[in-house]
T-cell receptor, first 113, second 115 residues
C-alpha cells in the first residue's frame, strides 16, 4: 500500500520569506499526489494535485509543488509567505483505481511578522 | 448552506453515552467518507460510501457505526467509546471514487472528547 512521510512536524518562517514543505511517498507505480491545507477550525482544502505530465504543478493561493520520481518527493513551495498561510499542511498519495488516499501526519506552519 | 457541513462542531461524551455525528453535503456528490484525525498522526480513513452502499471499512471498532440514508447525508453513531477515541472526525465527499478526477471536499470536523 502507498504511504507518505512529512519529515517536518513544525516549521516557522518570516512573512515574505520563501517556503518549502517536504513530502516523501512510497508507492510502486506512478502515484497520484496531493497537498491539502487545514486552517484552524476548518476542514482540509485541496491546494494542488499531480497525476502525470509536467512535474511542476501550480495550485491555488500561489503554491506550487514539484514531483521528483528519483527522490520519491513532492515538495510544496511558495516564493513569499503571507501571514494568512499559517495552517497545517498535509501531503497525500493515492493509488490508481480507487479513492483510498493515505495522508502524512502534517506540517504545522507558523508565520512570524 | 454550501459545501460539506458537520454537526455538532464539538461533542463531549462519557464512555457509556450514545451519540451521533452528522454530515451533510450540498455538492451533489455520490461518495462520502469518515476520517479520524488524531493529534500528530496521519488522517485515518474509517468508512467510505458510494451511492449509499458501504464500499470500505478499514478495521474500525464496532463501537463506531456508520449510516448513509441517502447520498447527501452520512452519520457516525457512537457508543461505548474509549478515551483514545477522542479526536477530530472529518467528513468528506466526492463526485465518485476515482482518485484521479474526484477531488474530496472536507467538512470542518467534529471535535470529540470522550471522558
Amino acid at each position: 500500500a502507498q504511504s507518505v512521510t512529512q519529515p517536518d512536524i513544525h516549521i516557522t518562517v518570516s512573512e515574505g520569506a520563501s517556503l518549502e514543505l517536504r513530502c516523501n511517498y512510497s508507492y510502486g507505480a506512478t502515484p497520484y499526489l496531493f497537498w491539502y491545507v487545514q486552517s484552524p477550525g476548518q476542514g482540509l482544502q485541496l491546494l494542488l494535485k499531480y497525476f502525470s505530465g509536467d512535474t511542476l504543478v501550480q495550485g491555488i493561493k500561489g503554491f506550487e509543488a514539484e514531483f521528483k520520481r528519483s527522490q520519491s518527493s513532492f515538495n510544496l513551495r511558495k516564493p513569499s509567505v503571507h501571514w494568512s498561510d499559517a495552517a497545517e499542511y498535509f501531503c497525500a498519495v493515492g493509488a490508481q483505481g480507487n479513492n483510498d488516499m493515505r495522508f502524512g501526519a502534517g506540517t504545522r506552519l507558523t508565520v512570524k511578522p | 448552506e454550501t459545501g460539506v457541513t458537520q454537526t455538532p462542531r464539538h461533542l463531549v461524551m462519557g464512555m457509556t453515552n450514545k451519540k451521533s455525528l452528522k454530515c451533510e453535503q450540498h455538492l451533489g456528490h455520490n461518495a462520502m467518507y469518515w476520517y479520524k484525525q488524531s493529534a500528530k498522526k496521519p488522517l485515518e480513513l474509517m468508512f467510505v460510501y458510494s451511492l449509499e452502499e458501504r464500499v470500505e471499512n478499514n478495521s474500525v471498532p464496532s463501537r463506531f457505526s456508520p449510516e448513509c440514508p441517502n447520498s447527501s447525508h452520512l452519520f457516525l453513531h457512537l457508543h461505548t467509546l474509549q478515551p483514545e477515541d477522542s479526536a477530530l472526525y472529518l467528513c468528506a465527499s466526492s463526485q465518485g471514487l476515482r482518485v484521479r478526477t474526484d477531488t474530496q471536499y472536507f467538512g470542518p470536523g467534529t471535535r470529540l472528547t470522550v471522558l
